[in-house]
């Protein structure tokens, strides 16, 4: 009992997970020495925490933690860092997939250690002892002594676990015969505290001890441009406090001393119930104190305190210096009233700390600080913003809903077939079950997003499943420009990362190549058949609706004499709706299609179509010929009605199930290809999208809704949607681009209606229930609710279309390979049908407004011959020549590349400084300067701090040589390894 020892070789580390059961086991993403975040399998067993390459954890693990004499930290967003009080240790950051799930993981480690079982120990002796009068540890290995001596021995255990370290780093136990000969036998590692002897040493001595932890995060914030330095941030725990018996909150105050007085510099955001403790006594005190920095003399005091009685008791004080904060090390809390130990604060000053330049939500904006003159000598005031969309959430989750919609739909009617004969059934098959796996990933996926409350997806997220919906680092960054003595006026364009299957990979390509590769497996003629099926579903199902809605019309009217007089309009117009729908029924493909259908049924179902319909229709329509009726005609005419409705109802029906069977019967010869995987692709990467469109037309909408031209514009013409890629033609990159020009294509069959809305404060997005969007899963009718304040020049015409526009240009070192090598056949088609559309688009601008194509034809000359040299080389001039034009044309302008940070960063500012130089005259030779002013201090920098936390680019000096001068940071500015 005098002493205790902790034993273990590398053998035994590595074998000791893969026996009995563990605590937790998930994957993790850890930052690396390096700076970039890998995902590692993390396993948590005893007070031993492992980390491994994959699940396989009978393998060797990459590294281990001894958890004693340690502290966990929660971070920004669904990050934790784990600290180690020993020189020279460096905390180690972790990220978890959610929240709920990084606080799941804190809470599991702070159990995990001896001394937080030995604290839960002498938590559980206090209470039974103030029940019973007695001590019940009296008979077991612990001495018998007073609590606040065990409270002084833990102290002393954290001043030993100071001497050595708590990290074990498990070497590979396979190495080389060179390596073996040359390196050492390395001894079994040894891990001592003493369990039994009396404290001493005096604990002040630990709350005076500096780390290494404390001087790199002070490092890392005095080298972040971003952070104000006169701002420590500081988020504080404590561990082993001593709770009267029915308090389970407590209270914390940060004081300074100020004159001789203790003056309050801050106090958590803890509410009326205060902070809960846990059971161990363990408490975080949340958010982290950001309070200004002060002499380093200063004293500092911490006042923990609970409600008893109705009234503040005090629990316990700690004092120290402002420097002793900065070092990090646990500060003791003392009992004013007996002298005891009350528990250890243990303090970590952020390395990344909440300040409001980096915190999700928070607007970003940077002034650039030159002297900027028009011609006209007029200086002018430049300010860059970037703000996250309002529009991320609501789009996808109303999306992820409407997949919910369509794919129960589906089911409903593979159901209602019933079972087929030959392969038509096994295509019912596959698809029913693909529609089931779909389902339950969105039944996982809203409840996900359920829980999310930030408009913003990490760069680091983008390959994580849960978030595969989201677009990836999606902002609106608006340049607002003011002269002296004329209005201000600004520039937006959307940035974010590609719209694409990040987690689900690009082994078998994208979009573009599988789509390609389904309809090669097709014949042509299957290929029109199945569009052509589509079409009838949508005619028939929009025909039947109609006809039901006038039948409904008429039993109300029928049944008003005063309403007579428009039965003679119903009557004429359900004589045509049947005629209308008799011809369709007729069609020849039609037929034949219902033929086919009948084939693949065991058991006869559709009967003599046409005659369901004339039946009912032949005794409805001679009898509203009258112009008066009695009660019996009415009656008569009434259930003529009623059955004429069942008989259209049903007739739609029966088409739509024959249609789809024949639709599983060409679908049914395609092999080699799974078509659930091709369609739940799509939505993944049209839900990006359509969260794209939405952000870009409302920050258009926003900024011109007073412009009468522009919004009879969007209402003739439609919305002009420019996305330029900055996406390379090789390796993932290139089936990147794949998904995203089919996500281009999409967009452009969805629709937007203006709704005037006197509730909404601003742009409000629905889906609108269509008969498009039961057949077709991205052909939608977006509502945009407007508030009334915006609706000045909305008239009749309210529906808008979107023209998509895909201009794409790899400007990276993957793109030289790819120049070289002529892999650019992908990124010259895209364009050259872009080119086509937007070609189209301006010769109807120039045609609805003349005047303005005096400007736009040369623009439109200049854009086509850079995209032509832009087939050959790197052409920068494509983006300005494009982006000019698009804004010209009162177009919407998004900018991506990979994660929408880098190569994002490097065009929009380059856009910027060319909108400076063409719309208000700043002289070209500026243009480096402002380029390297606002890459090295302006908002991009800030959003790639955001992002991951480093506030570099990710270039190395190879990337840098291969991009294009113009798109080049400033030095010093790049080198983060974390895309």
Same mark, same amino acid.
């Given at each position: 009992?005098?002493?205790?020892?902790?034993?273990?070789?590398?053998?035994?580390?590595?074998?000791?997970?893969?026996?009995?059961?563990?605590?937790?086991?998930?994957?993790?993403?850890?930052?690396?020495?390096?700076?970039?975040?890998?995902?590692?399998?993390?396993?948590?067993?005893?007070?031993?925490?492992?980390?491994?390459?994959?699940?396989?954890?009978?393998?060797?693990?990459?590294?281990?933690?001894?958890?004693?004499?340690?502290?966990?930290?929660?971070?920004?967003?669904?990050?934790?860092?784990?600290?180690?009080?020993?020189?020279?240790?460096?905390?180690?950051?972790?990220?978890?997939?959610?929240?709920?799930?990084?606080?799941?993981?804190?809470?599991?480690?702070?159990?995990?250690?001896?001394?937080?079982?030995?604290?839960?120990?002498?938590?559980?002796?206090?209470?039974?002892?103030?029940?019973?009068?007695?001590?019940?540890?009296?008979?077991?290995?612990?001495?018998?002594?007073?609590?606040?001596?065990?409270?002084?021995?833990?102290?002393?255990?954290?001043?030993?676990?100071?001497?050595?370290?708590?990290?074990?780093?498990?070497?590979?136990?396979?190495?080389?015969?060179?390596?073996?000969?040359?390196?050492?036998?390395?001894?079994?590692?040894?891990?001592?505290?003493?369990?039994?002897?009396?404290?001493?040493?005096?604990?002040?001595?630990?709350?005076?001890?500096?780390?290494?932890?404390?001087?790199?995060?002070?490092?890392?914030?005095?080298?972040?441009?971003?952070?104000?330095?006169?701002?420590?941030?500081?988020?504080?725990?404590?561990?082993?406090?001593?709770?009267?018996?029915?308090?389970?909150?407590?209270?914390?105050?940060?004081?300074?001393?100020?004159?001789?007085?203790?003056?309050?510099?801050?106090?958590?955001?803890?509410?009326?119930?205060?902070?809960?403790?846990?059971?161990?006594?363990?408490?975080?005190?949340?958010?982290?104190?950001?309070?200004?920095?002060?002499?380093?003399?200063?004293?500092?005091?911490?006042?923990?305190?609970?409600?008893?009685?109705?009234?503040?008791?005090?629990?316990?004080?700690?004092?120290?210096?402002?420097?002793?904060?900065?070092?990090?090390?646990?500060?003791?809390?003392?009992?004013?009233?007996?002298?005891?130990?009350?528990?250890?604060?243990?303090?970590?000053?952020?390395?990344?700390?909440?300040?409001?330049?980096?915190?999700?939500?928070?607007?970003?904006?940077?002034?650039?600080?030159?002297?900027?003159?028009?011609?006209?000598?007029?200086?002018?005031?430049?300010?860059?913003?970037?703000?996250?969309?309002?529009?991320?959430?609501?789009?996808?989750?109303?999306?992820?809903?409407?997949?919910?919609?369509?794919?129960?739909?589906?089911?409903?009617?593979?159901?209602?077939?019933?079972?087929?004969?030959?392969?038509?059934?096994?295509?019912?098959?596959?698809?029913?079950?693909?529609?089931?796996?779909?389902?339950?990933?969105?039944?996982?996926?809203?409840?996900?997003?359920?829980?999310?409350?930030?408009?913003?997806?990490?760069?680091?997220?983008?390959?994580?499943?849960?978030?595969?919906?989201?677009?990836?680092?999606?902002?609106?960054?608006?340049?607002?420009?003011?002269?002296?003595?004329?209005?201000?006026?600004?520039?937006?364009?959307?940035?974010?990362?590609?719209?694409?299957?990040?987690?689900?990979?690009?082994?078998?390509?994208?979009?573009?190549?599988?789509?390609?590769?389904?309809?090669?497996?097709?014949?042509?003629?299957?290929?029109?058949?199945?569009?052509?099926?589509?079409?009838?579903?949508?005619?028939?199902?929009?025909?039947?609706?109609?006809?039901?809605?006038?039948?409904?019309?008429?039993?109300?009217?029928?049944?008003?004499?005063?309403?007579?007089?428009?039965?003679?309009?119903?009557?004429?117009?359900?004589?045509?709706?049947?005629?209308?729908?008799?011809?369709?029924?007729?069609?020849?493909?039609?037929?034949?299609?219902?033929?086919?259908?009948?084939?693949?049924?065991?058991?006869?179902?559709?009967?003599?179509?046409?005659?369901?319909?004339?039946?009912?229709?032949?005794?409805?329509?001679?009898?509203?010929?009258?112009?008066?009726?009695?009660?019996?005609?009415?009656?008569?005419?009434?259930?003529?009605?009623?059955?004429?409705?069942?008989?259209?109802?049903?007739?739609?029906?029966?088409?739509?199930?024959?249609?789809?069977?024949?639709?599983?019967?060409?679908?049914?010869?395609?092999?080699?290809?799974?078509?659930?995987?091709?369609?739940?692709?799509?939505?993944?990467?049209?839900?990006? $999208?359509? @969260? %794209?469109?939405? =952000? /870009?037309?409302?920050?258009?909408? *926003?900024?011109?809704?007073?412009? #009468?031209?522009?919004?009879?514009?969007?209402?003739?013409?439609?919305?002009?949607?420019?996305?330029?890629?900055?996406?390379?033609?090789?390796?993932?990159?290139?089936?990147?681009?794949?998904?995203?020009?089919?996500?281009?294509?999409?967009?452009?069959?969805?629709?937007?209606?203006?709704?005037?809305?006197?509730?909404?404060?601003?742009?409000?997005?629905?889906?609108?229930?269509?008969?498009?969007?039961?057949?077709?899963?991205?052909?939608?009718?977006?509502?945009?609710?407007?508030?009334?304040?915006?609706?000045?020049?909305?008239?009749?015409?309210?529906?808008?279309?979107?023209?998509?526009?895909?201009?794409?240009?790899?400007?990276?070192?993957?793109?030289?390979? $790819?120049? @070289? %090598?002529?892999? =650019? /056949?992908?990124?010259?088609?895209? *364009?050259?049908?872009?080119?086509? #559309?937007?070609?189209?688009?301006?010769?109807?601008?120039?045609?609805?407004?003349?005047?303005?194509?005096?400007?736009?034809?040369?623009?439109?000359?200049?854009?086509?011959?850079?995209?032509?040299?832009?087939?050959?080389?790197?052409?920068?001039?494509?983006?300005?020549?494009?982006?000019?034009?698009?804004?010209?044309?009162?177009?919407?302008?998004?900018?991506?590349?990979?994660?929408?940070?880098?190569?994002?960063?490097?065009?929009?500012?380059?856009?910027?400084?060319?909108?400076?130089?063409?719309?208000?005259?700043?002289?070209?030779?500026?243009?480096?300067?402002?380029?390297?002013?606002?890459?090295?201090?302006?908002?991009?920098?800030?959003?790639?701090?955001?992002?991951?936390?480093?506030?570099?680019? /990710?270039?190395?000096?190879?990337?840098?040589?291969?991009?294009?001068?113009?798109?080049?940071?400033?030095?010093?500015?790049?080198?983060?390894?974390?895309?």
């Amino acid at each position: 009992q005098s002493s205790a020892m902790m034993r273990f070789n590398d053998r035994f580390l590595a074998r000791f997970p893969a026996g009995g059961d563990i605590d937790k086991a998930d994957f993790l993403d850890r930052r690396e020495d390096k700076g970039g975040m890998l995902r590692r399998w993390v396993v948590l067993k005893g007070n031993l925490l492992y980390c491994f390459k994959d699940r396989d954890i009978a393998k060797e693990p990459l590294f281990c933690f001894v958890l004693e004499g340690y502290a966990v930290v929660p971070e920004d967003s669904t990050m934790f860092s784990l600290g180690f009080h020993c020189p020279g240790a460096r905390p180690v950051l972790f990220r978890a997939f959610s929240v709920a799930e990084r606080d799941t993981w804190i809470t599991l480690l702070r159990d995990a250690s001896y001394e937080s079982q030995l604290r839960a120990l002498l938590d559980l002796e206090r209470r039974l002892t103030s029940l019973t009068g007695q001590s019940s540890l009296a008979a077991t290995f612990f001495p018998k002594r007073p609590v606040a001596e065990m409270e002084r021995h833990l102290a002393q255990r954290h001043q030993d676990l100071d001497r050595s370290s708590s990290v074990v780093e498990v070497k590979s136990l396979i190495r080389t015969r060179t390596d073996t000969a040359s390196r050492p036998a390395r001894p079994s590692g040894q891990l001592s505290g003493s369990h039994s002897q009396p404290l001493t040493g005096a604990m002040p001595s630990v709350a005076r001890r500096r780390t290494s932890l404390g001087d790199d995060s002070l490092k890392a914030m005095s080298s972040n441009p971003f952070i104000d330095a006169s701002v420590l941030s500081v988020t504080i725990s404590c561990q082993g406090l001593p709770l009267p018996p029915g308090v389970e909150n407590v209270f914390l105050s940060v004081q300074a001393d100020k004159g001789g007085t203790w003056a309050e510099i801050y106090r958590p955001d803890e509410g009326p119930e205060g902070n809960f403790v846990a059971p161990d006594g363990s408490v975080a005190f949340m958010p982290p104190a950001n309070f200004a920095l002060v002499a380093p003399g200063t004293s500092i005091r911490f006042v923990v305190r609970a409600i008893r009685a109705g009234a503040l008791e005090e629990i316990g004080v700690a004092t120290c210096t402002l420097d002793e904060v900065r070092a990090q090390a646990p500060v003791l809390l003392v009992n004013a009233a007996t002298r005891e130990a009350a528990g250890l604060l243990m303090l970590h000053c952020n390395a990344i700390p909440e300040s409001p330049a980096i915190r999700s939500g928070e607007l970003l904006s940077f002034r650039l600080p030159l002297q900027v003159f028009t011609p006209s000598k007029q200086r002018l005031t430049i300010t860059e913003s970037l703000a996250e969309s309002p529009y991320l959430l609501t789009t996808t989750r109303m999306l992820v809903l409407h997949y919910q919609r369509f794919d129960s739909e589906l089911m409903a009617r593979m159901q209602t077939i019933g079972t087929l004969r030959g392969s038509a059934e096994n295509a019912r098959l596959e698809m029913l079950s693909a529609a089931a796996g779909r389902l339950e990933i969105y039944r996982d996926h809203l409840a996900f997003l359920e829980g999310l409350d930030a408009n913003f997806k990490s760069s680091a997220s983008k390959k994580h499943r849960n978030v595969e919906m989201l677009t990836t680092n999606l902002h609106v960054q608006t340049l607002d420009v003011k002269a002296e003595d004329a209005p201000a006026r600004a520039y937006s364009a959307v940035t974010c990362g590609a719209a694409t299957a990040h987690a689900r990979g690009y082994k078998n390509g994208g979009l573009r190549m599988l789509l390609g590769q389904r309809a090669e497996a097709l014949t042509a003629a299957a290929i029109k058949d199945l569009e052509r099926c589509d079409l009838l579903r949508v005619t028939i199902q929009t025909h039947s609706r109609h006809t039901c809605m006038d039948l409904d019309e008429l039993c109300d009217v029928i049944r008003v004499p005063a309403k007579w007089p428009a039965v003679a309009q119903l009557h004429r117009l359900l004589g045509r709706r049947c005629s209308e729908l008799l011809s369709l029924l007729s069609n020849e493909f039609l037929s034949g299609s219902i033929r086919q259908a009948e084939a693949s049924r065991p058991v006869k179902q559709v009967q003599d179509l046409e005659v369901a319909i004339m039946v009912p229709r032949n005794e409805l329509l001679p009898g509203l010929a009258a112009s008066s009726f009695s009660d019996d005609a009415i009656e008569r005419l009434f259930q003529a009605a009623q059955l004429l409705r069942d008989a259209v109802v049903k007739v739609s029906e029966d088409v739509q199930d024959s249609l789809c069977i024949r639709q599983l019967q060409i679908l049914s010869h395609v092999t080699g290809f799974a078509p659930e995987d091709i369609e739940y692709r799509n939505d993944v990467v049209f839900s990006q $999208a359509l @969260s %794209i469109l939405t =952000t /870009a037309f409302a920050s258009s909408f *926003n900024q011109k809704w007073d412009d #009468r031209a522009f919004v009879a514009q969007i209402t003739t013409l439609g919305f002009l949607l420019h996305i330029e890629s900055l996406l390379s033609t090789h390796g993932d990159e290139l089936h990147m681009l794949e998904d995203f020009s089919q996500a281009a294509i999409d967009l452009s069959a969805v629709q937007i209606e203006l709704v005037p809305c006197a509730e909404a404060t601003s742009i409000i997005f629905e889906i609108a229930g269509t008969d498009a969007a039961t057949v077709y899963r991205h052909r939608l009718l977006l509502k945009a609710r407007i508030p009334e304040r915006m609706c000045a020049h909305i008239g009749d015409r309210r529906l808008v279309t979107v023209h998509a526009i895909l201009l794409t240009h790899g400007v990276n070192e993957m793109q030289t390979i $790819a120049n @070289s %090598i002529g892999d =650019t /056949a992908l990124q010259d088609d895209i *364009n050259a049908e872009s080119m086509t #559309r937007l070609e189209k688009y301006a010769d109807d601008f120039m045609h609805r407004f003349p005047d303005r194509g005096i400007s736009i034809r040369p623009m439109l000359t200049n854009c086509q011959r850079q995209i032509e040299a832009a087939k050959r080389a790197k052409n920068v001039e494509l983006f300005t020549a494009s982006e000019m034009l698009i804004r010209e044309l009162n177009g919407g302008r998004v900018t991506c590349c990979k994660s929408g940070k880098d190569r994002t960063a490097m065009a929009v500012t380059l856009e910027e400084c060319n909108l400076l130089i063409f719309k208000h005259g700043v002289d070209a030779s500026m243009l480096q300067l402002m380029l390297d002013n606002l890459r090295g201090k302006g908002v991009r920098r800030q959003n790639v701090w955001k992002n991951i936390g480093d506030d570099r680019y /990710a270039f190395n000096t190879l990337q840098i040589y291969a991009l294009p001068v113009l798109l080049r940071p400033p030095e010093g500015t790049y080198g983060s390894s974390m895309t």
